[in-house]
């Protein structure tokens, strides 16, 4: 029987993708990726939503075969895990490259069993646990090579840390102030900021030899990203990480892998975030450069050949209409001329085919935000006066807040405090049990909810959501026609607009309700968890709307970058006792 591995993560190996090509409906998603991943491996994956940043990592974990190329891990027994930071999606919440059936599998586990069977099954115990055990009943029945088949089993199930699991999930949930009781509760009956503890959890506990974190940080408060980070930093084995946090990637990642938008390649940068913005911008200026000098020679000599021709046009109807003299031989050093300038014009002309074309830079889709403001409202905008709210055994307060014209405020916090409690008493959806909370005159709210449902809730036929370009033409009073050129302008196709909202992506119903914001006036923007679900150009072109945004502004956030970007006027911290448990 082999030694099984002494420790579950931080062994040597590789893994070597080589040319991985998929498409999706006959388009494009890979082309030709090709990457190389150790046990010292912190990548980052980036570029546009929906470019294949997670269908890359479903192939990476096996979940997906490519059409062409192939994955080459050394040693044959690597283990590789996916983790996404959503363990109770429901269908529709996944990532876009996930299948129909993980979905189903995920909407299923939410709902049955414990939280730490579905931690259990996400880490890769629970298939490793059956493994073992089917090994050991054939080792029983004497199968052939049933010894040989035991003892890989046996190596996986220890390589992935199933020994242990319950121990190092007690201890991970009392770091991240989970309560045990509800490792043994069903997940469907957990708050959002215990799903998102639980989430980390789970990538705190796993044992892979590769961990592939699918947009780790959505949601993380404050302490939760430190500790994520902190794991990041420590964790013995190869890490390939999907997010859009800038803050995040410069203090994790050594290298960057970027897939091209239009071209579906992929570019690999070392050196961490920062040198691959450096080297990023350098590109794109060299590039753009070239270009700029191919165009410049090739329009000067189609210019020079362009005068020879007409110098030697001109000289050849001289000659021939009006000659100076009758001398033959003057009017043939004449003609003889012309054609040495006719000459130079194809020397010219030969000299521009034998230009190296360069091809002009690809300019891709970026957003171009800008936010409608309303007429002014009040001064106040919204106040609290010793105002206490309460949802089911959660109380908040009292809290007292004048929030006044143009204030720009950020609501910050643990996961649990009570931000979205207190943005619903704001807003006047949740009255207070005691004290007083009023919404100013003249209040006109745009708002981004954390779930992104806001363009889901509108009925359609048979009391479901209509489809994408009439919730938007409702709520703006726009045409057809102008509503198709608004949503095209986020980036939203054909297919989409014609798709009901909440089938939508998280990212494409990102984008689609901040065509709202530009569609129709607003004097209060609500931004809760505004940058989740978009690209990191998305990220910036919103910070630049906000910076010419000059109503009022309520931003929910743990994005560090973010957040300074803003240029906020104050905060509201809920830290520290985050509420009291009714009886």
Do not use: C
Not at 171 to 188: N, T
Not at 334 to 351: D, F, P, V
């Amino acid at each position: 029987m082999s030694t099984p591995p002494s420790s579950p993560a931080g062994r040597p190996f590789s893994l070597a993708a080589r040319g991985l090509t998929i498409h999706r409906a006959d388009r494009p998603v890979l082309v030709d990726v090709d990457v190389t991943l150790t046990e010292r491996s912190r990548l980052a994956v980036v570029g546009p939503n929906g470019v294949g940043k997670s269908t890359l990592l479903r192939v990476l974990a096996g979940r997906l075969a490519p059409e062409r190329g192939r994955l080459d891990p050394a040693p044959p027994d690597l283990t590789v895990g996916l983790l996404d930071q959503e363990p109770l999606a429901a269908p529709g919440r996944r990532s876009a490259g996930s299948s129909e059936a993980e979905a189903a599998a995920d909407a299923e586990a939410a709902t049955a069993g414990t939280v730490r069977a579905l931690v259990a099954d996400r880490v890769g115990v629970t298939a490793a646990e059956r493994a073992l055990t089917r090994a050991a009943d054939d080792l029983a029945a004497g199968h052939p090579e049933a010894a040989e088949s035991y003892d890989r089993a046996l190596e996986r199930y220890l390589a992935i840390g199933a020994a242990d699991l319950e121990v190092r999930l007690d201890e991970v949930a009392d770091r991240l102030g989970l309560a045990r009781r509800l490792l043994d509760a069903e997940p469907a009956t957990l708050s959002g900021g215990e799903a998102e503890r639980v989430g980390l959890a789970q990538v705190m506990v796993s044992r892979f030899d590769l961990t592939l974190l699918d947009e780790p940080t959505n949601n993380l408060d404050l302490a939760g990203l430190d500790l994520l980070e902190r794991w990041v930093v420590e964790h013995p084995g190869g890490l390939v990480i999907v997010s859009h946090d800038r803050s995040f990637l410069e203090r994790t990642v050594t290298e960057v892998l970027e897939i091209d938008g239009h071209h579906h390649t992929a570019t690999s940068f070392a050196g961490g975030w920062e040198a691959y913005r450096r080297e990023r911008e350098r590109a794109a200026a060299l590039a753009r450069r070239r270009y700029d000098d191919y165009v410049d020679e090739r329009d000067r000599l189609k210019a020079r050949a362009q005068q020879q021709r007409e110098w030697a046009d001109r000289g050849v109807s001289r000659v021939r209409k009006r000659p100076a003299d009758n001398d033959k031989n003057i009017k043939a050093f004449r003609l003889a001329q012309t054609e040495r300038l006719a000459g130079k014009a194809r020397a010219t002309e030969r000299a521009m085919e034998r230009l190296d074309v360069v091809d002009k830079p690809w300019e891709p889709w970026r957003l171009q935000l800008t936010i409608e403001r309303a007429p002014r409202s009040a001064t106040v905008v919204a106040a609290l006066d010793r105002a206490v709210f309460r949802r089911g055994a959660f109380r908040l307060g009292p809290i007292d807040l004048e929030l006044r014209w143009a204030d720009r405020l950020a609501l910050v916090g643990p996961n649990g405090s009570g931000k979205s409690t207190l943005l619903d008493g704001l807003l006047g959806r949740l009255d207070p049990v005691d004290g007083r909370a009023a919404l100013g005159p003249g209040v006109i709210v745009g708002e981004l909810a954390q779930d992104r449902d806001g363009l889901s809730n509108a009925a359609g036929p048979a009391g479901r959501a209509p489809s994408l370009v009439q919730a938007v033409q409702d709520a703006t009073g726009d045409t057809i026609a102008a509503t198709r050129s608004l949503l095209a302008k986020f980036g939203l196709d054909a297919e989409a607009i014609g798709r009901r909202p909440d089938s939508l992506s998280p990212g494409e119903r990102t984008r689609a309700q901040l065509a709202l914001f530009q569609a129709r006036g607003v004097n209060l923007l609500v931004l809760d968890e505004p940058t989740n679900h978009l690209d990191l150009e998305a990220i910036e072109q919103l910070e630049l709307a906000l910076q010419t945004y000059d109503g009022t502004l309520i931003v929910v956030s743990h994005d560090r970058r973010f957040l300074e970007a803003v240029e906020l006027t104050t905060a509201l911290d809920l830290g520290g006792d985050p509420g009291v448990e009714l009886p």
